[in-house]
């Protein structure tokens, strides 16, 4: 048995949508009503077979201050039916009715409903307790103390039973089906239902929970079962009785119980409360976030939650760290006391070239772990935990660490080891050029994964647009010699490993005087090497380079937060043509046939994406 729950109208803190106004039937001082109206979900298929319907018509209602409850077996359209009214179908799907808040058209925006999804996402490296403590944390206003929430917290795990795996990791995450084929079979009061399916030649056994009767009234796991018990010496004895339900198979009763249902009282009487509710007046939504707590602490406990994660998960930074100290071990022992000989001049190039290149490299091994936050934060912001400025904020301050932790242990080692100098300055130099470049890669990560929410995809796309940086980076082939349009001007100033390049040479060749190929010679200068040789401009100094450097980071940041802001804004608008396009399409099928909307208010049919922040079409 499953049971969905839809919540209206309670107080805070336990409220699942808010709302302001006055007015409503009930003489209510504030309320939210819900209603869905001739609601179906398609999924189209423009090939030979049929397109699916994954609901079909339903119409219903959720008023303020009840509990409603969506009862079915699996796969009967629950989830589905709650996908459609709180936004979060799937993008390939296409859904035509209308969702109405207070009788009007209106886009739930974060923070207006919170919608406890059938699988959860959450971070798999946290405790039970941690995440809920967190959650409290980013909810709850700034003012209650660490011990209140601390109550609160400990209350929640004790209300839901979790005393006993409170401690324990969460781990991965379940796999969902796809629910499909759903249909209104009741809609009223609960105490007609019983009275309902006796009518329609399905009477409840005295001795039977009427909710499990319902169940197994269209539940087609019975047929399964009752397929397996032929032959039985009970089956035998039961197929005397006058039971309709040990003879009609469920997909049977369930067609008698949608036709019936569609010409009773009780959808009459829905389809009345529907527009009374479509007319009333005065009600007004609140569209603020679901979340009291201020931007800082938001702020505070998301870089703290991140921190956590990422110091629990081996594979985010940990294995990083110590590849990275190896492959630094690698490269130090290969290059082991370059000198100042002639070949040390290509010797010293190479290594600053691996090191600004191949080193940073490795960075895309985090990716999966980016996409994994990813879904975390859509997940969180569709419910209005927090803004996107601090998830990027955060995103950063929580990795900011490891990156220096990274970059400084494997930059000194390879810096002590190779020699490049003996000053303290410059191994700070180089420390922070590898910073720069590793930060600049986690970033461009950063900035794939908000396109591209597949690990495959995303690693192919990041490698791919890592190499072009690298090879107009200078040390493939000289700056100089590149083609100026397009790869000389813009994408190697554009290009990350240019102005680390440049900055590296300078940190090592400046001031330095190199033997020459011709025994008797005069000495070849550092910075004659890098104009001549390496075709650098020497103009600037390396701060400059690794101002640029910083400044492509910043970009990137930039340009993650933009993306999110611009999904969140663009995609109703994307959705709405995709689902005009389809329908389009889709009524010139002589499969698919339009029925028309209940309501005297809205009576077109038209494609309704959903309601709610990142999908609606509803301005």
Known sequence: MEIEIIGSGFDRPNLEMGYSGAGGSGGEESAVYLVWEDLTVILP????????????????YAEPGRILAIMGPSGSGKSTLLDSLAGRLASNTVMTGNVLINGRKRRLNHGVVAYVTQEDLLLGTLTVRETITYSAHLRFPSTMSKEEINEVVEGTIMEMGLQECADRIIGNWHLRGISGGGETVYFGEAQMAVEFFAEAGFHCPSRRNPSDHFLRCINKDFDIVNATLVGSQRIRERESTSDPLNHMPCSKI???????????EYAARTKRRIQEISLIEGLLVISDSASEASWWKQLTILTRRSFVNMSRDIGYYWLRIGIYIVVSICVGSIYFDVGTGYSAILARAGCGGFVTG??????????????????????????????????????????????????????????YMVKFSSEFSHCMYFCLNLFGCIAVIESLMMVVASLVPNYLMGVIIGAGIMGILMMTSGFFRLLPDLPKPFWRIPISYLSYGSWALQGAYKNDLVGLEFDPLVPGDPKLKGEVIIQTIFGMNMDHSKWLDLTALLAILISYRLLFFIILKFKERASPVVRAFYMKRTIKRLNKRPSFRKKQSISKRFPTLHPLSSQEGFNSPIP
Do not use: C
Request: net charge positive; charged share 15%.
């Open 45 to 60: 298929n423009f090939g030979k077979g049929l397109t699916k319907r994954l609901l079909q018509g339903l119409s219903g």
């Open 254 to 264: 369930k067609e008698i119980l949608v036709k019936n249902y569609k010409s009773s």
């Open 358 to 415: 191949f080193l940073t490299f490795m960075s895309i091994g985090g990716f999966q772990s980016f996409i994994e936050e990813m879904k975390v934060f859509y997940r969180e912001r569709l419910n209005g935990h927090y803004g996107i400025i601090v998830f990027v904020l955060s995103n950063f301050l929580s990795s900011l660490p490891w990156l220096v932790a990274i970059s400084f242990v494997s930059g000194i080692i390879t810096f």
